[in-house]
């Protein structure tokens, strides 16, 4: 089994920074792809950002300039570092890693549980 443990969240004045992290253990041969997601109320759960193993990454276009996306592979460890908040960033943001349990076995995508963050005066 695998579980992604994401600590990092809370309640954050307009303007503020918070750094999230997601840590992924258990069964791991290998991790691909890392990424966050996030989803407000009423609304459907969307990509913020995803790094490759390698360290390739991709911002979409609302929080580019203002999140950074980065990882520690020695450590299965994802982050997000979010600066500038809006309240429009306000979610709750769910770490997912794309990894192998085995070498040639295949791969599967798990989720964390989510972590608050909420930005407001």
């Known amino acids: 089994q695998v579980q992604l443990v994401e600590s990092g969240g809370g309640l954050v004045q307009p303007g503020g920074s918070l750094r999230l992290s997601c840590a992924a253990s258990g069964t791991i041969f290998s991790i691909n792809n890392m990424g966050w997601y996030r989803q407000s109320p009423g609304k459907q759960r969307e990509l913020v950002a995803f790094i490759n193993s390698g360290g390739g990454t991709n911002h979409v276009g609302s929080v580019k300039s203002r999140f950074t996306i980065s990882r520690d592979n020695a450590k299965n460890t994802v982050y997000l570092q979010m600066n500038s908040l809006k309240p429009e960033d306000t979610a709750v943001y769910y770490c997912?890693?794309?990894?192998?349990?085995?070498?040639?076995?295949?791969?599967?995508?798990?989720w964390g549980q989510g972590t608050q963050v909420t930005v407001s005066s």
């Open positions: 997912n890693a794309d990894l192998r349990n085995t070498e040639r076995g295949p791969v599967y995508r798990y």
